[in-house]
């Protein structure tokens, strides 16, 4: 099988800070995989808020916005304790999404834990359909 390969950007748009609780080891004292993508999530509900939104799922009324796809290249090891910056950016975007593209680092150490992209579209809640990104929504991505 060929290995996942992701680039990351040069610049990322938002960072926040995130301690791994107990909950989120695994029966090898570690960060489990599964884990790391519930920590992804994280980092992106607090990019949303940071744009004043409470969730993604409510980007511009009825319009929010839905995974699609997830790939996830593990680096190093966290543990219990350990603070992990959270970085996030976005990259190829089309009329109904666009892929973010996030990098966890151990805070004490620098060691990367991970790197992962998680492809997007917006979804029209109310009609159950794909709808387009929100004109205000791609505004602030462009002033950050």
């Avoid at 992701?6 to 029966?27: A, G, K, Q």
């Avoid at 799922?57 to 090891?77: F, H, P, R, W």
């Amino acid at each position: 099988m060929a290995r996942i390969h992701i680039d990351l950007p040069e610049t990322f748009l938002f960072e926040t800070e995130i301690t791994i609780r107990v909950s989120d080891l695994n029966y090898g004292n570690h960060v489990g995989n599964d884990n790391i993508l519930s920590l992804l999530h994280e980092v992106r509900i607090r990019f949303y808020r940071h744009l004043g939104y409470k969730n993604e799922l409510n980007v511009e009324g009825e319009v929010g916005q839905i995974v699609t796809d997830a790939a996830i290249v593990y680096k190093s090891e966290a543990f219990l304790g350990d603070i992990l910056i959270g970085k996030i950016a976005v990259a190829d975007f089309n009329k109904y999404g666009f892929d973010f593209v996030y990098q966890l680092i151990n805070k004490i150490t620098g060691k990367e834990v991970a790197r992962a992209k998680t492809g997007t579209v917006y979804f029209d809640y109310s009609s159950r359909k794909i709808a387009m990104i929100p004109e205000s929504f791609r505004t602030k991505l462009d002033i950050l």
